[in-house]
């Protein structure tokens, strides 16, 4: 099945995507659809998820644009999506593919895996947790708790140079929310040097409005 992704539309269609983000910033368009879609059949089938990425930061209070919908589930409900979710609305973006994308809206739905580990994927003392343990409901949607959005984040760009704007979303929390500095004090040690020295280049940066 030949599928036109939510990427390739954005691009080819310039007046479109511009009505797209201009949707997504108001809980329409096609990623927040496909986040409601695949919420709703994940409840149906009883599998545990945490939404994370860029969605968890638009639900916590930093709204910026994404193209996919990334979600945490353990590997036995990874097995589970797709028995059942496979060519039923839902196509591999190639054989064997852990991921998904919706068939309707083209956006890709990543899955991260419970027992895994951000960034390199190397050992490290954050790890991605069980989502049936962490998962905290906004609108009938599962999402992490910032503290741990906030770990993965940290511990994904301190460990991939690929990810550096994993550690910019961690300052546009803390800018944005107005975090105190106490923050630290709900993180993963591991992450706690990095939170601070984010922290600090918040408040010492020259203000927008000077």
Do not use: C
């Not at 997504?24 to 096609?30: D, R």
């Not at 097995?79 to 973006?93: F, K, M, Q």
């Not at 709900?186 to 000077?210: G, H």
Request: glycine residues 10%; proline residues 6%.
């Amino acid at each position: 099945m030949v599928l036109n992704t939510y990427e390739q539309q954005l691009t080819n269609n310039s007046r479109w995507a511009l009505s797209e983000a201009g949707d997504f910033f108001v809980g329409k368009g096609g990623v927040q659809e496909s986040l409601r879609k695949i919420a709703k059949r994940l409840d149906e089938l009883k599998v545990p998820y945490a939404v994370v990425g860029a969605l968890a930061l638009f639900q916590h209070g930093f709204r910026r644009f994404t193209e996919d919908v990334d979600l945490l589930v353990t590997r036995e409900g990874l097995t589970r999506i797709h028995e059942a979710l496979d060519g039923l609305g839902y196509v591999p973006p190639f054989q064997g593919s852990k991921q998904l994308r919706d068939a309707d809206t083209g956006v890709k739905i990543e899955f991260l895996v419970a027992g895994e580990y951000p960034g390199d994927g190397k050992p490290k003392p954050v790890v991605f947790p069980d989502p049936g343990a962490v998962a905290i409901e906004r609108d009938g949607i599962r999402y992490v708790d910032l503290p741990l959005l906030i770990d993965l984040k940290i511990a994904s760009g301190l460990t991939n140079p690929g990810r550096l704007k994993d550690l910019a979303d961690v300052q546009e929390l803390i800018k944005h929310l107005h975090l105190p500095r106490g923050t630290v004090e709900q993180l993963n040690p591991y992450v706690q040097e990095k939170f601070v020295e984010l922290w600090d280049a918040v408040q010492q940066a020259p203000s927008e409005e000077a």
